[in-house]
């Protein structure tokens, strides 16, 4: 008994210390992945054409599915806060609360999920891909840098995508809003869209960008890195392209409590 | 272009020593390759043959021994120095490793383009010549690599390993899934590029009449180990029971 006990709370401290050390391990390894990406983007050579192709990849082709979502969540977060709020001054709050949670917080998340859910698994299927059929391998030997021949141009692409699409997703929103409070709950529309207007804070549209690009970085990051990694056949990939979309939702949920705490303190 | 010492061999592998975790697969692999010859390496399935052309390219990083190009040591190489020295290689993968997102011309010319879209009319006259060279037309040159047989991808890889005239090339089962016919032209292709443009070659064959035709020297691979190596007429009286038993596939002897 007398010795059972330390040897059961090293063994409890490994039990923890291992995974622990897999988890640091594991950051360490993403930190010196996105180092590099940053440090190759930077250097040529460049490859115009390839970041062109992820740009209309991420993007253009994401557009219709981030529309539809932010239409739906701009109506019904309309209907909520008329439904909920209406022992205030409805005509008011609604035009303001859609606003705020359009632009602040579920524009950005909302867009951030559907795309991750969309490219993050398709760039770990590709890369993924390439790697167990040694394409990766073949491109080395061919003198050109994985690096910045496939996942620059995937990374750039995602960063610079987010942002506008969650420029568009949240006028999208604010219009789908728009839309259920004058046909549905009968508001004013000249009225409504001056109050739309007051509180539509430069701010607010800023604390979006910033988020946007920073999902899209994560986006960029998991997708690329989870998928470069893969081992171990077809399998292998599934599994590299659930990582990705698993990990690009954590960090993106995190990240956007993060940044919102730290912009309203 | 830095001078090369003469009488420097074009590839050494000094005690080459290659663990994936439990698994030790090259376990002190000593082998030697003079510029302008053409070694072949057989060795049973699994035996680390593949490994160890990964680790000459520095594709694969040997966990101890040394390994050099024309005097250079790859080991532990910066990658700004890797990458000059791979531009000396061409490479053909066992499984082709094709960029199936790309048209047949684009996977022949990608050593010479490195991606870029460069002057497309001449990067596709150069990538019909260089099929030419394995024996297929320039009909298949828009096509995928999915939409190609086995053996046509093979050759469409081998087209791509040689277009951008590399000094050493790296054939990892030339022959394998291509029907006698074109086995042997493909003999011929790497005997030519040996004898007429002065190429170093290493091939990795189990194909014994291929080895005999294109291979000056021919190595054992065993137990992660060059067991034998010697000049391709000894390959049938090496005197060396294991080699015996591998060139004659016989299923008794030491071999298990
Ligand atoms: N990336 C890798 N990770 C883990 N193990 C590997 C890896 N690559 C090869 N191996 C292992 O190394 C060993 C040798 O593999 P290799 O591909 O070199 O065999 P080979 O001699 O080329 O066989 P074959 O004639 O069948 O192609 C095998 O046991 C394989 O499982
Ligand atoms: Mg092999």
């Known amino acids: 008994m007398t010795e059972s006990l330390p040897a059961s709370i090293l063994s409890a401290f490994a039990a923890i210390g291992r995974p622990a050390i897999a988890m640091f391990a594991m950051i360490g390894r993403i930190a010196v992945f996105a180092f590099t990406a940053l440090v190759r983007a930077v250097t040529p050579p460049f490859y115009p054409a390839r970041f062109g192709t992820q740009l209309m990849e991420i993007g253009w082709y994401s557009l219709p599915v981030v529309g539809l979502t932010a239409i739906f969540t701009g109506s019904a977060l309309a209907q909520q806060i008329y439904t909920g709020g209406s022992r205030f001054d409805a005509s008011a709050t609604v035009p303001a609360i859609v606003v705020f949670g359009m632009v602040r917080e579920l524009g950005p998340v909302l867009v951030g999920l559907m795309v991750a859910g969309r490219v993050a698994s398709a760039m770990a299927a590709e890369l993924g891909t390439m790697r167990v059929t040694e394409q990766l391998d073949a491109l080395t030997t061919l003198r050109t840098d994985a690096f910045r021949y496939l996942i620059v141009p995937r990374m750039a692409a995602s960063v610079i995508a987010l942002p506008i699409m969650v420029l568009i997703a949240n006028s999208i929103g604010i219009m789908g809003g728009f839309l259920l409070a004058i046909y549905k709950l009968g508001f004013n529309p000249a009225s409504y869209l001056a109050t739309t207007r007051k509180f539509l804070q430069s701010d607010d549209i800023w604390m979006a960008v910033v988020k946007a690009a920073v999902f899209g970085f994560i986006i960029g990051l998991m997708g690329c890195y989870n998928g470069s990694r893969t081992s171990g056949g077809a399998a292998g990939v599934g599994k590299a392209t659930t990582d990705a979309v698993v990990s690009a939702f954590i960090l993106i949920l995190f990240s956007d409590l993060l940044i919102t705490i730290l912009a309203l303190k | ?256």
């Open chain 2, 1 to 256: 272009m830095m001078a090369v010492a003469k009488g420097t061999p074009k590839i050494k592998l000094t005690e080459v020593v290659k663990r994936f975790g439990d698994n030790s697969v090259l376990d002190g692999v000593n082998l030697s390759v003079e510029p302008g010859e053409s070694v072949a390496i057989i060795g049973g399935s699994g035996t680390g043959k593949s490994v160890t052309l990964k680790c000459i390219l520095g594709l694969l990083t040997p966990d101890s021994g040394s390994v050099t190009v024309d005097g250079e040591e790859v080991v532990g190489a910066r990658s700004r120095e890797m990458s000059r020295i791979r531009t000396k290689f061409g490479m053909l993968f066992q499984g082709g490793a094709l960029f199936d997102s790309m048209p047949v011309w684009r996977n022949v010319t990608f050593g010479l383009t490195q991606g870029r879209m460069t002057d497309a009319a001449h990067m596709r006259r150069v990538a019909e010549e260089n099929l030419e060279r394995v024996g297929l037309s320039r009909d298949i040159l828009n096509l995928r690599p999915n939409e190609l047989s086995g053996g046509m991808q093979k050759r469409v890889a081998l087209a791509r390993a040689i277009a951008p005239r590399p000094e050493i090339i790296f054939f990892d089962e030339p022959t394998t899934g291509l029907d006698p016919i074109r086995a042997d032209m493909i003999n011929d292709l790497i005997t030519s590029l040996v004898e007429d443009l002065g190429v170093t070659a290493l091939t990795i064959t189990h194909d014994m009449v291929s080895a005999r035709k294109i291979a000056n020297r021919v190595a054992m691979l065993y137990n992660g180990r060059i067991i034998w190596h010697g000049p391709r007429d000894r390959l049938y009286d090496s005197g060396n029971p294991y080699v015996d038993q591998f060139v004659q596939g016989r299923a008794d002897g030491p071999i298990r």
